[in-house]
């Protein structure tokens, strides 16, 4: 019988690559084999960093179905499951197949620019913003119809599970990730008499398309911002955001609860990087 594959990825740093070295010697022993270039035979990929270095994980191995489990080494760690303490336990509930899978929804934009379209997906996030700090002005439609000019440093849509990321320091609320929406976050949202925006976040239900149409002024230059990843585009005329098909699977383990998770990240600081 052929062994099983696992995909060890890491951001590189010294405390992960230490904690890579143990966890391969680790799988090996318990009769897994590890590859570090993503395979498709690959039954669980495993992310030795914080959420940084799952995000990137993500988007170098192109949203895979295969699962993902994530050990932290001293970050944040909202999306990664265990520590590295806890390696042996991990390998013991694994193959005993006590998980359960957490599914993510992601992010997609559709950008129609200079005649040409683009896409984009994001598991957190996706911006749309000006280049180099410039105010930018963006017609915004929900459901096909005309809802307001926004005004101000850009427009953020979270995912729920980017809820808790960048959508969450600009004032955005904690969407617990068994909800089914969209969240709309401005940025910097200028509300004067010259200028009317939202300035609270928007809740959107799933199936609500919601289409952004830039306004030009001096500059013809859209930034698309996906997980932290800037992508310039000239001439946009109009870019629909909505959920996207694809999924994320996270392993999740006995222990795991979101609110908790919360609480452990957010309030109580002698936990937070555990
Ligand atoms: P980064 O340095 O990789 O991440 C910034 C911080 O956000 C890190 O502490 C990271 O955790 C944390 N984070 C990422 N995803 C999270 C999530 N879903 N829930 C809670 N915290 C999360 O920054 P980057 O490479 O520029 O962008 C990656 C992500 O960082 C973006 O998708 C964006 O949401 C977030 N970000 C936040 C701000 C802000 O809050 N002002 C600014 C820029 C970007 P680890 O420490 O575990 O890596």
Redesign the pocket.
Known sequence: MSKKVITVFTNGMETSEKIVKLLCSKLERSGFSVVSEFSPDSELIMCI?????F?AAVHEFDFPSVPFVGI?TG??????EISPSQIDLFIENYKRRKFHIQHLKTVKACIAHDGESAEHV?L??IIVKGRASTAIHLNISIGGSFIEYFSGDGILVATP??????????GGSIVDPRLNLLQITPIAPMNTTAYRSFTSSILLPADLSFEVAPDYGDSHDIVICV???EYMYETVSHINICFSETLINLARFESYDFWNKVKA?FLDSAVAGK
């Open positions: 960093g914080g959420d940084g270095a995000l932290n970050h944040l760690g909202f999306f990664q994001g957190n996030e599970a980017g809820s808790t990321a960048y959508n969450y320091s600009l997980d932290g990843a990240k």
